[in-house]
């Protein structure tokens, strides 16, 4: 019996995920079957309408919506987002900026820094070291 890996299938919803896509959005027979790697990657190189038209209007799971907006998973559970979201509705977030995005933008932005400011330390120890 080969093992799931040397035949490198993988089941819908971690093809959703790696596409950026919500599962239960997406057609029935890309739900009910499984994906190879080939056809994985033909979905990236040349995605069909449907995909196109995910991606492009969604709606779009968690990890593309804190993306989209630019906080965290967790930023988007605190503000209360926990359903899936369309590009529109996205937009319009964008736009009234409520009180719990602009805060959550705030606290990305100085994981980001502080990211930023360990990456370059660890650069300078490694070069002082070398």
């Known amino acids: 019996m080969k093992s799931q890996q040397s035949t490198q299938t993988m089941k819908p919803a971690t093809a959703a995920k790696k596409l950026g ?3 239960p959005a997406t057609p029935a027979s890309f739900q009910e079957g499984v994906v190879s790697r080939a056809e994985l990657n033909q979905l990236q190189a040349e995605p069909p309408e449907w995909l196109s038209e995910l991606r492009r209007n969604g709606p779009h799971p968690r990890p593309v919506v804190a993306t989209k907006l630019g906080v965290s998973i967790a930023g988007l ?4 987002v926990t359903e899936p979201l369309t590009t529109e509705q996205i937009e319009a977030l964008k736009q009234e900026r409520p ?3 602009e805060k959550e933008r705030a ?3 100085e994981v980001r820094k502080e990211a930023a400011r360990l990456k370059a330390r660890k650069q300078e120890q490694e070069s002082a070291e070398g």
């Open 77 to 80: 559970a605190r503000g209360g």
């Open 99 to 101: 009180e719990w995005l």
């Open 21 to 23: 896509v919500y599962l």
């Open 107 to 109: 606290t990305q932005a």
